[in-house]
């Protein structure tokens, strides 16, 4: 993979993503100018399964062609039972955290929440691909982006569990907008967490 890297440029360094579960694909830095490539190494039948459809620069046989015509791309939306189920567990264990003061591990895991939940269903929302917080910047209505920046909190106690707040509201609103009714939602459990985040904001 790095011989064929090398003959693209000047290529600097590079390694696989594995860090990303993608293991046949070799991040690239080149200089002159200081350039960061992705090259994904695929076979023909790794063709299929795509979530977009590249332009095709070179395809000396038409084979790269005839698999393109002969399949359709198709991106992963999120299942909504799927984060039903679990978001209610993710704040509870956010509260753990806040709780025992590990304020460092709560910031990280609000990333993690951003990226799994709040970002693909604003995405969603706004008629965008469900891709994290890409391009969130640019892509989300203006009210819906200053909502996803009060989920920024600053370190300290207070701050961590008004964003958690504002998770949580969020969440809830982007439930109302997008779940059909044959989501079920797991009231009991949200009920009792909510109780617990009550206890936590109280006891100061």
């Known amino acids: 993979m790095l011989d064929y890297a090398k ?10 993503g594995e860090h990303v579960g993608e293991p046949r694909l070799l991040i690239c830095l080149y200089e002159n100018p200081l350039l960061h490539v992705d090259i994904k190494f695929l076979t023909l039948e ?10 095709i620069l070179f395809d000396k046989t038409g084979e790269i062609r005839k698999v393109f015509d002969n399949s359709e791309a198709v991106f992963p939306y999120p299942d909504y039972q799927w984060m039903e189920d679990r978001f209610w567990f993710w704040v509870h264990y956010a ?11 709560a910031l990280d895991f609000f990333g993690f ?5 709040l970002g ?6 706004n008629g965008k691909l469900p891709r994290g917080v890409r391009k969130v910047e640019s892509e989300l209505d203006n009210e819906d982006f200053i909502l996803l920046k009060k989920t920024i909190p600053a370190y300290d106690r207070e ?5 958690l707040k504002n998770i949580i509201l969020i969440y809830q609103l982007l439930r109302s907008d ?7 939602l797991q009231t009991a459990t949200e009920e009792h967490v909510l109780e617990y985040l009550s206890k936590i904001d109280n006891n100061k």
């Open 178 to 184: 997008l779940f059909t009714d044959t989501i079920k």
């Open 120 to 125: 693909p269903l604003l995405h969603i929302k």
């Open 46 to 55: 790794e063709l299929v399964p795509r979530v977009e459809t590249p332009h």
């Open 7 to 16: 003959q693209a440029g000047s290529l600097l360094s590079g390694f696989t």
């Open 159 to 163: 701050s961590l569990l008004y964003s």
């Open 95 to 105: 509260l753990l955290k806040i709780g025992r003061g590990e304020y460092f591990e």
């Open 113 to 117: 929440l951003r990226m799994v939940v």
